[in-house]
């Protein structure tokens, strides 16, 4: 390395501020300052309250509350309904995003655009709408009924509504990586001699893998805290076709604040459960990409 | 243009004459763990077109970054003129810069995006809607894109877009130009043409011009001086023929202009390699390397100390026939047909301490 | 004529006809019929007792808190995002990705404990419940209630909209504005503002269909007083659970129009800017 010896002479060294500059673009504190404030305000603060609220509670009255026979069948019911809703999303988002993707067909613009109704119909509209639908004398009840099948007022009833709540996630992940999987993936496979069935099932099949499984997970997460469209169609008889969310909702009319709170505090923890794992698939399907 | 005045007089709000030195002690900034500039100095002069020259991942943009303020290092010094700047704004240092892929306002028309500069000033500091129409027209011409001022940057070549971000950073009289690869994204022809451009215009404004390139011939054959980078540091810095001519290190003889590495050992102050015998008068006696340029073979005259090579390839265009011939791993010139034996004479080169 | 094999990444006909039956099937029990029902059952009875069932004083005081929730929260939450996608997606610190995922985490809460949290604060017997009693301040069971409910539920949308726009588009348009002089205002709304319009109008139009539609987290808040806490949805609720369906329907129907409105515009502003589609997914 040379050293240069100096041509001008030096001025004092600067002092280096506390808030040195960090980067060219103006604005950082003031926009990071507000957001944090805003965020703890709105969303960590209040958040932190049902924790402490049901740190109140000692951690047998905790158990008692969140952990009861009514809870535990709430909960049970929430993540079996929610599962299953998301399995049948699965399979149909699959099918639709194929056909969105692959396919051109008269109308192809109003599907897509129909795939999006769940994130902008309000929920409570789609409940009673469906319960309508689906109660034994609603358009779709009324076929179900002399094959036996009741589709309203019970689980299957819940089943449907998650099934219309969670819809667009898996298409709308799926899309994208179907989009961007190269067609020469698909002509190599066939050049190599497999034919169709071999090509989707052990070509294209594993690369929506990941993408997959986060609109499956989105789908589900979504569904367990999901309130407005079920509580219209589930009947919510205790035991039965009660959920979760509406468990809370019922002990907070009757003042049972340490028990909603419980209730709550599982259902966060849930939720957190189903963010750490959304990201964890995330940042595995971005290593496989 | 005021080469070799090093000492401005010290005026107390920078250069009013336009041409402003610049100095820079001790830079360090890291990205990460990751040390981009492990503490440079350098000393721009006024009014001098330089070319910062280094491989990828040297630190030659941080440095140009630095310079303009869109980056801020840990330690060291940035002086323009008599001021300290190391810690002001972009806004506040009145440089042009200019962006590798130009950072055009796509949503400006080419008129807008040249004045911008002088629309954001103060109202009191705004020069009239005239002077600044004026001074658009002005600039259009100063770039030859006269005329093209109202049309959309995406409806302009590569070539039309670095001219006119060029003007752009040119708008505001700024008292340093900053180029970062001016012409990185152009396809060989439209770069050489703006090479010449940009020394022509380089010459009728005066400013001090600092530029980044990857590309050595665009550095020798454009600049005033060039400072050649690595890992952080500066390696050499001169005018082009002594960047060439007078390696200072391993680095600089390797990376500018082309080379042949040999590797041998300095014992008494003379470098031996199998068929070389170089005089190495300042190099400690142990491994070196010896960088002979080709002009600095010959064929050699029998009984001569010389390499046995391999002809590979010849090509001849011009009264100078250049002759490819496989050495051991490296190529030198030589004449004969290919496939026929030679001998090379090393009549000079460079030779350093292997590290 | 001999017929011609199929391309490698064609599907056969048969199979064609088969996905596309099962989705149209999935489709129409799912999202067509539910849209196409409410419109029905709000006009069972023809036209007029549908504008009735709109237009009675409670109905309208359901619109209007409806609209002025959607009026608070919505340039609320625009600001905030801009806010938090301009320190994101222009900056560099430590602790971004735990920022990001934060700011995200209303998504994944349920709507229920959404409003629980605000009863735990500013209820009777929660934090400020005491002191606001004595202060005749009343925010749960009244418009602030319903407002900060709203506001958590949509939190994320236009942040989640701008943060991958604003990365995508780089920080060189900027640097450029202030090497020029320009302040850090004058750099947003000359040249960081028209390259984020579009994505803004997106996650604007996403937050309000949702802010106007809420109903678990409101429902919590609001305490549902006929004609003065009582939103659009929870109206629908009230009207449903009296078996006044014509009524419940007519209001839906209102909704439904709005949810139609988004969609149309949200796919015209996906033909407009390509890169903002698809986002509501993350």
């Known amino acids: 390395m040379v050293t240069l010896a100096p041509e001008a002479p030096l001025l004092p060294a600067p002092r280096r501020s506390v808030l040195r500059r960090r980067s060219a673009v103006p604005g950082f504190g003031l926009t990071l300052g507000l957001t944090v404030t805003i965020l703890s305000l709105v969303v960590l603060i209040p958040l932190a309250a049902v924790v402490i609220q049901s740190a109140k509670l000692s951690p047998a009255?905790?158990?008692?509350?969140?952990?009861?026979?009514?809870?535990?069948?709430?909960?049970?019911?929430?993540?079996?309904?929610?599962?299953?809703?998301?399995?049948?999303?699965?399979?149909?988002?699959?099918?639709?995003?194929?056909?969105?993707?692959?396919?051109?067909?008269?109308?192809?613009?109003?599907?897509?655009?129909?795939?999006?109704?769940?994130?902008?119909?309000?929920?409570?509209?789609?409940?009673?709408?469906?319960?309508t639908l689906y109660s034994p004398n609603g358009w779709v009840g009324q076929l179900l009924t002399p094959l036996g099948i009741k589709a309203a007022y019970n689980p299957t009833g819940i089943v449907i509504a998650l099934t219309f709540i969670g819809l667009p996630f898996v298409v709308r992940t799926l899309e994208p990586v179907l989009r961007d999987l190269a067609a020469d993936v698909e002509e190599a496979s066939a050049s190599l001699g497999a034919n169709r069935l071999q090509t989707i099932v052990r070509v294209v099949l594993p690369a929506l893998g990941p993408a997959w499984l986060t609109g499956f997970a989105l789908a589900f997460a979504?569904?367990?805290?999901?309130?407005?469209?079920?509580?219209?169609?589930?009947?919510?008889?205790?035991?039965?076709?009660?959920?979760?969310?509406?468990?809370?909702?019922?002990?907070?009319?009757?003042?049972?604040?340490?028990?909603?709170?419980?209730?709550?505090?599982?259902?966060?923890?849930?939720?957190?459960?189903?963010?750490?794992?959304?990201?964890?698939?995330?940042?595995?399907?971005?290593?496989?990409? | 243009m005021g080469q070799g005045d090093h000492n401005p007089p010290p005026h107390p709000a920078g250069q009013a004459d336009?041409?402003?030195?610049?100095?820079?002690?001790?830079?360090r900034k890291r990205f990460h763990r990751f040390p981009a500039l492990n503490g440079v100095g350098l000393d721009i002069r006024p009014g001098e077109l330089l070319a910062l020259l280094g491989p990828s991942g040297s630190g030659k943009t941080t440095l140009l970054r630095v310079i303009a303020g869109?980056?801020?290092?840990?330690?060291?010094?940035?002086?323009?003129?008599?001021?300290?700047?190391?810690?002001?704004?972009?806004?506040?240092?009145?440089v042009g810069f200019v962006f590798q892929q130009y950072a055009l306002f796509k949503h400006m028309t080419v008129a807008r995006n040249i004045t911008f500069g002088l629309d954001v000033k103060k109202r009191k500091h705004r020069p009239s809607k005239e002077a600044r129409e004026a001074r658009v027209e002005e600039l259009l011409k100063l770039v030859e894109l006269e005329g093209l001022g109202k049309r959309f940057p995406t409806q302009l070549s590569g070539g039309q877009r670095q001219r006119v971000a060029l003007a752009r950073a040119l708008a505001v009289s700024p008292k340093v130009l900053l180029l970062d690869e001016p012409f990185g994204a152009l396809d060989a022809t439209v770069r050489k043409s703006l090479r010449r451009e940009l020394r022509r215009i380089h010459d009728a404004t005066g400013v001090t011009t600092?530029?980044?390139?990857?590309?050595?011939?665009?550095?020798?054959?454009?600049?005033?001086?060039?400072?050649?980078?690595?890992?952080?540091?500066?390696?050499?810095i001169g005018a082009p023929h002594e960047i060439h001519d007078q390696p200072a290190s391993a680095f600089v003889a390797g990376f500018v202009g082309e080379a042949n590495r040999l590797e041998g050992e300095v014992k008494a102050g003379v470098f031996h390699a199998a068929g070389v015998a170089l005089p190495a008068k300042d190099v400690a006696a142990g491994p070196a390397v010896a960088f002979v340029r080709p002009h600095q073979m010959v064929l050699a005259a029998k009984g001569q100390v010389a390499i046995e090579a391999k002809l590979e390839r010849k090509v001849l265009n011009g009264p100078v026939g250049r002759l490819e011939a496989l050495l051991a791993r490296d190529q030198v010139l030589a004449a004969g047909e290919p496939g026929a034996t030679v001998h090379l004479a090393v009549q000079d080169g460079y030779v350093f301490a292997k590290d | 004529m001999a017929?011609?094999?199929?391309?490698?990444?064609?599907?056969?006909?048969?199979?064609?006809?088969?996905?596309?039956?099962?989705?149209?099937?999935?489709i129409g029990l799912m999202l067509v019929l539910p849209l196409t029902s409410v419109f029905v059952e709000a006009w069972r009875k023809g036209f007029d007792p549908f504008l009735e069932a709109i237009s009675e004083p409670d109905a309208l005081s359901a619109i209007k808190l409806t609209l002025i929730t959607a009026a608070i929260t919505v340039p609320f939450n625009a600001v905030f995002g801009v806010c938090a996608a301009w320190a994101v997606a222009k900056h560099n610190?430590?602790?971004?990705?735990?920022?990001?995922t934060l700011i995200d985490l209303p998504?994944?809460?349920?709507?229920?404990?959404?409003?629980?949290?605000?009863?735990?604060?500013?209820?009777?017997?929660?934090?400020?419940?005491?002191?606001l009693i004595d202060h005749d301040i009343h925010i749960v069971y009244a418009l602030p209630g319903i407002v900060l409910a709203t506001i958590f539920v949509t939190f994320p949308f236009v942040a989640r909209e701008l943060i991958p726009l604003m990365q995508a588009q780089g920080t060189d348009e900027e640097e450029a504005a202030v090497s020029m002089g320009a302040s850090g205002l004058k750099t947003f709304w000359r040249v960081t503002a028209p390259n984020i319009r579009w994505g803004l109008l997106y996650g604007v139009l996403l937050c309000n269909a949702r802010a106007m539609g809420e109903f678990g987290a409101v429902s919590v808040v609001s305490g549902k007083i006929r004609g003065e806490t009582d939103t659009m949805p929870l109206h629908v609720e009230i009207l449903y659970n009296e078996y006044n369906f014509v009524g419940a329907f007519s209001v839906a129907a209102l909704l439904c129009l709005l949810a139609l409105a988004t969609l149309v515009l949200k796919g015209l502003l996906e033909v407009i800017q390509p890169e903002v589609s698809g986002r509501a997914v993350r």
Request: net charge neutral.
């Open chain 2, 70 to 94: 869109l980056e801020f290092p840990e330690e060291g010094q940035v002086v323009f003129g008599d001021q300290d700047v190391t810690y002001a704004s972009a806004a506040a240092r009145g």
């Open chain 2, 210 to 236: 600092i530029f980044v390139t990857h590309d050595q011939e665009e550095a020798l054959e454009l600049a005033d001086r060039v400072a050649v980078l690595n890992k952080g540091q500066i390696e050499q």
């Open chain 3, 93 to 100: 610190f430590r602790g971004k990705a735990l920022l990001i």
């Open chain 3, 107 to 131: 998504f994944s809460v349920s709507p229920v404990v959404a409003g629980l949290i605000y009863v735990l604060v500013f209820g009777l017997q929660g934090w400020f419940g005491p002191w």
């Open chain 1, 222 to 289: 979504r569904g367990v805290g999901e309130y407005g469209s079920v509580i219209f169609i589930a009947g919510n008889r205790p035991f039965v076709s009660e959920i979760a969310p509406l468990l809370i909702t019922i002990q907070l009319q009757q003042f049972e604040l340490p028990a909603a709170s419980s209730i709550a505090v599982v259902m966060l923890g849930v939720s957190f459960v189903m963010l750490l794992v959304i990201n964890a698939i995330q940042a595995w399907s971005r290593r496989m990409g």
């Open chain 2, 18 to 27: 336009g041409a402003m030195g610049i100095h820079i002690r001790g830079i």
């Open chain 3, 3 to 26: 017929k011609r094999a199929l391309h490698a990444t064609e599907d056969a006909p048969w199979v064609r006809w088969t996905v596309l039956g099962l989705v149209c099937l999935f």
């Open chain 1, 61 to 131: 009255e905790f158990a008692r509350a969140a952990f009861s026979e009514r809870a535990v069948h709430a909960y049970l019911l929430s993540f079996g309904t929610s599962f299953i809703a998301a399995v049948i999303n699965g399979v149909f988002g699959v099918l639709t995003a194929w056909a969105l993707v692959r396919y051109n067909f008269i109308g192809k613009t109003l599907l897509n655009g129909l795939v999006d109704l769940p994130f902008a119909l309000p929920t409570a509209v789609a409940g009673i709408s469906l319960a």
